[in-house]
């Protein structure tokens, strides 16, 4: 009696075990087929160091930003990719359950180390995780994180070659209180210094990125690389602002010493504001052209 007993509690112990793997298992739910907003980001920081690596999947193209340890100087690149690379890239993602990943608890927390996050975005969802001592993963999601990443270091390497050096185009354009009131209500001229061109810059390349990365609110903005930017600076209540306004087509003026400003023409004309704020650079007030 106590033997059949125990047989039966063995039998239900792996029979409820096998149903917590079937039933109650978390189940991936990325597309299995590529999604067209599917984009990708791999980016790693040295901690307290200079040292940065970016690498950025936007539509059909990769951008690519790194700074060595030894030096400031910010390398920049772009490389438009095969349809079928892409695709190859994102069937990584599902095969190794990338939404499914998780970190292990720790009770240790180290100050300086090297980071690199890996995020997704794919069927209206986006999905991000980082590596590092602080927020470990298990053996099983650690192999899950480094196939994607070995597998977004094969596509660039893969374009290695043909990878073009990227420079954003752009011009700081000085209007006077006249011509400023035209374009910013209450606004005065202002002078820009070198970290806060570089700040104007920064939000100029993430308006177009963070735009096409928000299916919700995506307003199918054109790849970086075919803008030029105007940054108009500008004073309000003893803070700088900066006007950004961005351009695809040639306007038929000199527009590094002349606004550009057009009726309509869609997602080849938009513009935006940048509190300038040292403490919290913020941006507001993002316009995009109607299609006329």
């Not at 917590?20 to 990325?30: H, M």
């Not at 087929?33 to 984009?39: G, I, T, V």
């Not at 374009?159 to 000085?174: A, I, N």
């Amino acid at each position: 009696m106590k033997k059949f007993f125990a047989c039966r509690v063995v039998t239900f112990a792996l029979l409820f075990s096998a149903f917590a793997v079937n039933g109650f298992a978390q189940k991936s739910v990325l597309p299995a087929a590529m999604p067209s907003d599917f984009e990708a980001r791999f980016l790693e920081s040295g901690g307290l160091s200079p040292k940065y690596n970016s690498k950025r999947l936007d539509g059909n193209t990769l951008y690519v930003e790194t700074k060595a340890f030894e030096s400031r100087e910010l390398k920049e690149f772009f490389v438009k990719i095969s349809k079928a690379d892409k695709e190859t890239l994102y069937k990584v993602f599902v095969e190794n359950n990338f939404d499914l990943i998780k970190y292990e608890t720790t009770d240790v927390y180290i100050t300086d180390v090297i980071t690199q996050s890996i995020s997704l975005q794919a069927g209206g969802k986006r999905y991000s995780f980082q590596s590092n001592p602080n927020a470990p993963f298990s053996a099983v999601n650690e192999k899950r994180f480094g196939n994607v990443l070995q597998a977004i270091f094969n596509l660039e390497s893969k374009y290695k070659s043909e990878k073009k050096e990227f420079k954003l185009d752009y011009v700081v354009l000085k209007l006077d209180s006249e011509s400023l009131k035209n374009w910013v209500e209450n606004a005065k001229p202002a002078e820009l210094d070198k970290n806060e061109i570089a700040t104007a810059a920064f939000f100029a390349k993430e308006a177009v990125f963070r735009d096409n990365d928000n299916p919700k609110y995506k307003r199918d903005l054109l790849p970086l690389e075919n803008y030029k930017f105007q940054f108009v600076p500008f004073t309000d209540k003893g803070v700088n602002h900066v006007w950004v306004n961005a351009f695809c087509r040639e306007p038929g003026i000199d527009w590094r010493n002349n606004l550009v400003a057009v009726d309509d023409g869609g997602s080849c004309y938009f513009n935006f504001k940048i509190n300038l704020n040292p403490k919290n650079p913020v941006t507001y007030d993002l316009q995009i052209n109607g299609k006329g």
